[in-house]
Every structure is written in C-alpha cells, then in structure tokens.
C-alpha cells in the first residue's frame, strides 16, 4: 500500500463506463480520507473488434491484473461480471460495492418495448446469452452480433442501423443514460448475466493495510449474491460468454434465492431451475443449483455453445 501520505493509484480501462465506474470507487474513497488517482490501462479486448466469445475469458481483465502484478497501481475496479471465476494468484477482492439494477434492458427505436417491435426488426447484442433468451421467446426478430461502448451500440439505433439493443441497465445508470431505456427486461424473460451490475475492487493480497481500507466498501449482501451466482458459472465450467444467466436476491433475513439458466444458443432448448438457502451458504446454494442444470442436461447445451 501506498504510505499515507501518499496517492492510491487505480487502474482503470479507459472505456466511458469503465471510467465512470472507476470514478464511483475513488469518490466513495475519498469520502473516507484516502487520496485516489485513475490510471488508464489499455486491455487487450479494447483493441480487438472481435466478438466477446472469440476474445476468450478474462480479455478486459488480464492487462489490470497484470498492472497489479507489476505494482504500477495498487487496485483496480473490474465490472465483476468479467472476471474469470478461477481465483488469481496473489490478488485478492477487497470489495464488493453494492450493486446497481442487475436487469438487462431495451433500447429501441420509437421508444417500442420488445414485444411490440415489429415483424423482422433487427437487435443487437454482443452476449450470447442475450441472443440465446431473445431467441426461447419466439419472437419474430432477429438478433445481431455488435462490440463497442455504449455510445457506439445506442448510435446505431440512433442512425436506424438497429431497431434497437439489449444492454445492461446499470451501466447506462452509470454512464446517465437510463433515460433511454424503452423496456427494463423482467429476468423472467431475460435473467442477466452472473454478477452483472456488481463492481470487484481488487488489490494484492500482501497488501494487508489496503484490503483492509478497501473493505470499507464492501456490501455483504451483493458480495453473497456474486459468489452464488458465480459458483453456478463455475461448477458448470462456463465462460462469461457461455449461454448461462443466474440472479441471486438476498432476503432482509438473510435468505439467499438463487435463479439459473443454461439456453442453447438457439433457443430451442432451456433450463431455468431455482434454490434457495442461507447467506452463509451462498457459493453452496450456487454449485448444488449447477449440479440440479447438469442433471437435467445443461452440459449438452453447453458443450453445442462451444
């Protein structure tokens, strides 16, 4: 850690949303008396227009950690859902912050929600979740591939190359663009990603001083909820591209309840399945909700995503 007197360095991908993010963690920091400076570190998964299940696990998270490794900053913010779920070596997430609105949601065209968009109309999405639960719907649409910050995908239905995308809503929170959205998506129909919405703020585990400092911001509710659902991702050996979507909510009495779905990629096939269990009990409730989804065959929709 940094002596007192001296500025933590946080590194940070240089993306409009991945700034605005960082910045949320430096403020809420100073509040408590630390001094923050955002360092910009470029990823390789900024550099490449390839799609996110081409890139490989962990493409916006290799070049912080490796930053952290070489002790050019002290901490970094990841949107949690990046993260690979293996554990890194000599890292350690110090916290968790609470988490912002985990849904997806619309954005379209004429301010349409999804049912009402018409007959062939054109969705982008870079997830192959999303692309996977749009398709179990049934509806007469079509989906699209799409990379690009948040500006470029909304610029597209802007400019009527897309009648709309799917994108997740605390990110446009984020970024203040939630105004924007045509349709917030009940994870009924589209259950986002694990840990989508959650921020890991993370340090070198020798650092004891500032995982210390840094937990200060950790919420125990969302930080339950995170490895609940990234368990799941876990046991079933999934990437954060594969077709797998879990939401955890977390009860005044420390209640955990656990949604999860495996999706083949076109929709023809998919497991939503459920389980609850305690606070305590989270990475538990996360790997028994896996094992029920490969029991009722979510490897062979797994293994077809490949």
């Known amino acids: 850690m940094s002596s007192p007197a001296g500025v933590l360095r946080l590194g940070t991908r240089g993306s409009a949303l991945a700034l605005a993010q960082s910045q949320m963690v430096a ?6 008396g630390m001094a923050v400076e955002l360092v910009e570190i470029v990823t390789p998964g900024d550099r490449s227009s390839a799609p996110v299940q081409q890139l490989g696990v962990g493409v916006f998270v290799s070049a912080l950690r490796d930053a952290l490794g070489a002790k050019e900053i002290d901490f970094a913010v990841h ?8 554990p890194a070596d000599g890292l350690a997430i110090a916290a968790v912050p609470e988490r912002a609105d985990p849904r997806d949601a619309l954005i379209a065209r004429d301010g349409l929600t999804l049912a009402e968009l018409p007959t062939g109309a054109v969705i982008g999405t870079g997830a192959l979740r999303r692309i996977a639960q749009i398709a179990a719907l ?17 610029r597209k239905v802007a400019d009527g190359e897309l009648d709309a995308v799917v994108l997740a809503r605390a990110g446009l929170a984020r970024l203040g663009r939630a105004g924007e959205v045509t ?8 259950l986002p990603a694990p840990a989508q919405g959650a921020l890991a703020v993370e340090c070198r585990s020798a650092d004891t001083a500032l ?4 937990s200060a911001l950790d919420h125990r509710a969302t930080r339950a909820a995170v490895i609940a659902e990234r368990a799941l991702l876990a046991t079933l050996e999934a990437g954060c591209s594969a077709p797998v979507a879990a939401l955890a909510e977390v009860t005044e009495d420390d209640e955990i309840y656990l949604r999860g779905a495996v999706i083949s ?10 389980r ?3 606070l305590a009990d989270a990475e538990q409730v996360g790997r028994l909700l896996a094992a029920d989804l490969l029991e009722d065959g979510a490897e062979n929709v797994l293994g077809s995503a490949e």
């Open 79 to 86: 949107s949690y859902k990046d993260l690979p779920t293996a």
């Open 138 to 154: 049934g509806l007469p649409v079509t989906t699209v591939p799409i990379r690009g910050n948040v500006d470029t995908r909304l």
């Open 183 to 190: 349709e917030i998506l009940d994870p009924m129909l589209m």
């Open 276 to 278: 609850t269990g305690t």
């Open 211 to 214: 995982v210390e400092a840094l």
């Open 27 to 32: 403020d809420a920091l100073t509040k408590t």
């Open 265 to 274: 990629p076109d929709g023809r096939f998919a497991l939503r399945l459920s």
